[in-house]
Structures are given as C-alpha cells and as structure tokens.
C-alpha cells in the first residue's frame, strides 16, 4: 500500500476522473453559469453575468444574491495559489461589482 505525504489527502483526482470541485460545480444545487465567465475580464461583466444566472436558476437553494456571491467566492477559493494577482484583482473587484448590481454596497 503506498501512502502519501500527507494524511487524509489525496493527490489522485477523485471519483469518475474529475477534481471534486469540478463534480460540486457541475451537479450541485448551484447556478448554470455562462461559458468562461470567470475569465472575463471586466469585473462588471462578471457580476452581471453572475447575477443574471442567479436570477434564472431553477437549480439554486437560497437568494439570488447569495447564490452568486458563493459560487464566485467557491471558484477564488479553489484556484487559489493558480490564479496571478491581476486575475485575482479582477475577481475580488466582482464581487464588489457583485454587491452594487444587487444593491448591497
């Protein structure tokens, strides 16, 4: 049996052959997100396109809002150290765009 160098962890993608998060992204009770909407390059556009998905979501659990804001929270998380400081920047400056389309600023 080999064992890894962390306990509890795994190196191999999980079950089916994609990552985890792929599978949450795909089949959770989330939102159908537009094509590459994370790599806009306009923080506007990003938070429209999210809200707008939030808005016509017959998959979501909770507030448009809140269904938005979590699954651009839920993709920064897990690109972590993968994403550079520009993009990074990009998506933090979203979510404010994100708070002002929802009157939440």
């Known amino acids: ?44 556009q990003i938070a429209r396109s999210l809200k707008r998905s939030a808005e016509h979501s017959t998959r979501r659990k909770s507030e448009p809002y809140r269904s938005a804001m979590s699954m651009l929270t839920f993709y920064i998380n897990r690109a972590g150290s993968n994403l550079t400081q520009k993009r990074r920047r990009v998506l933090e400056r979203a979510k404010d765009e994100l708070r002002k389309a929802f009157g939440r600023d």
Do not use: I
């Open 1 to 44: 049996m080999k064992s890894s160098s962390k306990a509890g962890t795994s190196t191999a993608k999980a079950s089916g052959g994609k990552r985890w998060s792929h599978e949450v992204t795909e089949k959770s009770d989330a939102l159908d997100l537009k094509r590459d909407v994370f790599t806009l390059e306009d923080p506007r």
